[in-house]
């Protein structure tokens, strides 16, 4: 004898069994997804020393860290100049990571403090800059100025009222390609808005090896080209070989933080290989 069953009750079972799976299934895949972004996220810097990173400081050798120029303080890296006796003298200086990347997204915090050193350059003020597909640093010339790379141009405003974007784009030894056409200006403007004073402001890169790179600012997408390429009216500063390679793409290289002559600091630098 077959008992007859509420067709009321059947309904209420089959909600409740699939609501109790459906949830945690649901909860299971973001928690999963946040762990494996959480993991695969790595630290470039530590907060307490300056291991894994390594300076060129114009006239100087690879890995002289001249004045201590580059320092690590409060949990932050410091670009300082207190060291300097007042007179920069041009000692451009980058501090290089010691893995080379392709594909990734960069992420990190900078403020610019204090004031600029004495004779430091009137385009230098409050300017820093994040270079990405780096020429190896140890290749360098003793007195080179910059590496050939990609910059991710970081300005801080000035005049209450005047735009001063950030998160721009400067091509030392370089070109790229925006909107189809062969880009050969050494920077060009980002749409941001301009920071003033010391505030932290977020920076992202995303980087694609040689078919794009996307530069964002707290958040908001600000640049974006495509073709980083070796090229541009300064091919001179750098190794003849590399004229040899005019046009021919950069799929990727060092990353390195700029000294160009104004305080400046960094934190929260972060990596995610895609």
Not at 159 to 182: A, W
Request: with cysteine; aromatic share 10%.
């Amino acid at each position: 004898m077959h008992k007859i069953i509420n067709p009321m009750s059947i309904a209420l079972i089959t909600l409740l069994i699939v609501g109790c799976k459906s949830k945690p299934e649901s909860e299971s895949k973001e928690v999963e997804v946040e762990e494996e972004m959480t993991e695969n996220w790595i630290s470039l810097f530590n907060g307490k020393d300056l291991d894994g990173w390594s300076p060129k400081i114009k006239g100087y050798d690879f890995g002289d860290n001249v004045h201590n120029t580059f320092r690590v303080e409060d949990g932050v890296i410091k670009v300082s100049y207190d060291g300097y006796d007042g007179k920069f003298n041009d000692a451009f200086g980058h501090l290089f990571y010691k893995t080379p990347f392709s594909n990734y997204i960069l992420r990190m915090q900078y403020r610019f403090t204090g004031e600029q050193i004495e004779d430091g350059a009137g385009w230098a003020t409050r300017n820093s800059g994040v270079m990405i597909h780096c020429e190896d640093p140890k290749h360098m010339a003793k007195d080179q100025n910059f590496p050939l790379s990609i910059e991710v141009q970081m300005l801080g405003g000035i005049t209450e009222g005047v735009s001063r974007p950030t998160g721009n784009l400067c091509t030392p030894g370089t070109n790229v390609v925006m909107d189809g056409e062969l880009i050969t200006e050494h920077c060009t403007n980002s749409n941001s808005e301009t920071y003033h004073g010391d505030e932290w402001v977020h920076l992202e890169v995303q980087v694609h090896s040689d078919s794009l790179i996307i530069h964002k600012i707290n958040g908001k997408e600000v640049l974006r080209y495509s073709k980083p390429q070796y090229g541009g009216d300064d091919m001179d500063d750098y190794n003849a070989a590399y004229k040899d390679k005019i046009g021919e793409t950069i799929k990727g290289g060092y990353i390195s933080l700029q000294s160009e002559s104004h305080p400046t600091e960094f934190r929260n630098i972060e990596l995610l290989e895609l």
